[in-house]
């Protein structure tokens, strides 16, 4: 047993688990075990964890809800963290809206919503959590939530508390320029007061709109593509004859060509192969080298 290990055990009992598979903490339900993984439920847990994963120079990965990733079937080394309770409250005050990494994306649309706040509408349906959502710098018809932003809080690889302003994290089109191993802890917003109806009616109207054009009840990790400029990854792969493609489990979805879907038992090495196919068949079709959208973690 390594010295990390010996110390998760001791610090965290039944919240620490060696070679947990992460299939069932992904959306894809896809991925191999984490070598070492720990629920954490406050801040001070988890910069304690950090402090030693540091300190053994093991490599940390925070999961959020799973819904962006592709987990290699061999897994992930080093220590994957994931956040509990502690990270899972909403506060409201006037136009400033504070909520914990561990947030639902859609939980928090819909308690400023219901406030009458406007700016975070576009992410109804966006699944996974407040964190990954900033990281991912998550976005839909138009909005993204880099621009509500107001200061991110987190914790370093070292085991540091520390706070980032808009313009240190870096914002671009589905990502951020975060270090790696920092670990978002909470987020700052600063929304508009809009008109609750309004609201109400516009976030049903991109529900309506999600559900026409999505692939629903099977197993997948959004898109899988970013958009190109001035283009739609989506409209490029069925332009290439990738719709309903399939490899094993694991197939361009006949909904929507941009989402692979795992028909049941589909490996990671396989959702891999039919994104560097795809890949091929753009450029050859048109010119145009397709960056995967979804995260490709652990050991390939
Ligand atoms: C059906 C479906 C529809 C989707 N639609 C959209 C869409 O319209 N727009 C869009 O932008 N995305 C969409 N996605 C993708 C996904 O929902 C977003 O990227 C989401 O924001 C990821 O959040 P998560 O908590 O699941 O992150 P994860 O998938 O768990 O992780 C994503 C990345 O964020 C990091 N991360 C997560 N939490 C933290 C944290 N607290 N601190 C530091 N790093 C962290 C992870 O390490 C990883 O690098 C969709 C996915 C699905 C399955």
């Not at 928090?108 to 407040?130: K, Y």
């Not at 609201?199 to 899988?224: F, M």
């Not at 069925?238 to 694991?250: I, Q, S, V």
Request: with cysteine.
């Amino acid at each position: 047993m390594s010295r990390l290990e010996e110390k998760l055990r001791s610090r965290f009992g039944a919240r620490f688990a060696p070679s947990r598979p992460l299939a069932d903490l992904t959306s894809f339900r896809i991925g191999g075990p984490a070598d070492l993984f720990v629920d954490v439920e406050n801040e001070a847990e988890l910069q304690e964890a950090m402090a030693a994963a540091h300190r053994e120079n093991v490599p940390v990965f925070c999961l959020g809800a799973g819904t962006n990733l592709l987990v290699s079937d061999r897994g992930v080394r080093g220590m994957v963290v994931r956040l509990g309770a502690g990270f899972r409250s909403i506060a409201i005050e006037g136009l400033h809206v504070v909520s914990g990494a561990a947030v639902e994306f859609g939980d928090l649309v819909e308690a400023v919503v219901e406030r009458g706040l406007e700016g975070l509408e576009f992410g109804e349906g966006i699944p996974g959590s407040v964190g990954g959502g900033l990281v991912m710098n998550a976005g839909a018809f138009g909005g993204e939530i880099a621009r509500v932003v107001a200061l991110v809080h987190g914790v370093t690889r070292e085991g540091a508390a520390r706070s980032l302003s808009k313009d240190e994290v870096g914002f671009a089109y589905r990502r951020t320029a975060l270090a790696q191993g920092f670990i978002i802890t909470r987020v700052e917003f600063d929304l508009a007061q809009g008109d609750r109806e309004r609201l109400r009616a516009k976030v049903a109207d991109l529900h309506a709109k999600r559900a026409a054009r999505q692939p629903l009840g099977v197993p997948n990790a959004g898109s899988i593509f970013k958009n190109p400029p001035g283009n739609f990854a989506g409209r490029l792969l069925e332009g290439a004859g990738l719709k309903g493609a399939r490899l094993g489990g694991a197939a361009f979805s006949p909904q929507h060509a941009n989402f692979i879907v795992n028909l049941g038992g589909a490996r990671a090495e396989e959702v891999r192969a039919l994104i560097e196919m795809a890949r091929s068949k753009v450029k050859e079709q048109s010119g145009v080298w397709l960056e995967p959208e979804v995260k490709l973690v652990g050991d390939w």
